[in-house]
């Protein structure tokens, strides 16, 4: 259930535009102008992701949250894999980037490139661009995907392709398991809760509340073939659908005391 008022009160429109959006334009400016001039020397990203993590939680830190990491041994137990969640709001990256503790690459739309300091910390950290609406394009940038996870580094990817606009999952794209299977790595299963309530699409006012991210159990890919994404998609889907019940979340699962755990 949404717990986001509509219309959102005064308080929450004024201090956004007064005080929020300005202040998270610097940072962005700041991390994005600093995540450039390292690039040039930083080969291996470690850099570029640290200055992305602070921004991350600068970002958070801002819009008034904090975040809980459920299940954080289910990554820490995998050396690579492909990461999948579910897209609910503009804020889910700096969610993401602040609460996963390794570093790793993103598959992202093609349109967030042209964007002056976001566009320049994509292309220069080695993020992957995608374009859904040309399927060569896709291939090329799936065929980019797998060789990242070949060589060590894992990726994340927002299987939906776009922002759900009700808050419920969308259908996914398959993309997410086609690179898990031709890496032959672990499928890892993530749900953001609280992130559509801060800033759903079409908005631009935060409403600031607790951020869960919620890790579920690896799925296994090796063995399978292409031939098997349509099964694992499916599988992904219905992983994400569980971690998204309030009582299949909580049960069971240990939670970081960290709000927002450590970068290597």
């Known amino acids: 259930m949404n717990s986001r008022p509509d219309p959102l009160p005064r308080l929450y429109r004024w201090r956004t ?12 400016a700041l991390c994005g102008s600093l995540s450039l001039l390292f690039s040039f020397a930083d080969k291996k990203g470690r850099m570029q992701h ?9 970002v958070v830190w801002v819009a008034g949250c904090t975040i809980t990491v459920r299940g954080m041994e289910n990554l820490r137990s995998q050396p690579v894999a492909v990461c999948a969640s579910n897209h609910t709001s503009y804020m889910d990256t700096p969610v993401i980037f602040g609460a996963l ?4 690459r993103i598959l992202a739309k093609k349109e ?3 964007i002056a300091f976001i566009g320049w910390y994509l292309n220069r950290s080695g993020q992957i661009p995608i374009d859904t609406a040309n399927p060569r394009a896709t291939l090329s940038s799936l065929s980019v995907g797998v060789k990242a996870l070949r060589s060590g580094t894992s990726l994340f990817v927002f299987p939906e392709g776009g922002r759900t606009a009700t808050g ?9 398991a086609y690179l898990a299977i031709r890496a032959q790595v672990p499928l890892v299963p993530i749900a953001l809760t609280g992130v559509y ?10 409403y600031p509340g607790e951020l ?14 292409p031939r098997q994404t349509d099964e694992l998609n499916a599988k992904l889907r219905a992983a994400i659908e569980r971690l998204l019940e309030p009582e299949d979340a909580l049960a069971g699962e240990s939670v970081d005391k960290d709000a927002l755990p450590a970068s290597d």
Do not use: C, Y
């Not at 503790?101 to 790793?104: A, E, H, M, T």
């Open 101 to 104: 503790p390794f570093q790793f």
């Open 50 to 58: 640290r200055i992305a993590r602070f921004w991350a939680r600068a």
């Open 112 to 114: 967030l490139w042209p």
């Open 168 to 176: 419920v999952l969308k259908p996914f794209l398959s993309g997410a």
């Open 212 to 225: 869960t991210v919620h890790v579920g159990d690896p799925i296994e890919t090796k063995g399978m073939t």
């Open 17 to 28: 535009n007064l005080i929020q959006l300005p202040i998270l334009t610097v940072i962005t």
């Open 197 to 206: 309530d801060l800033l759903p699409i079409h908005t631009r006012h935060l």
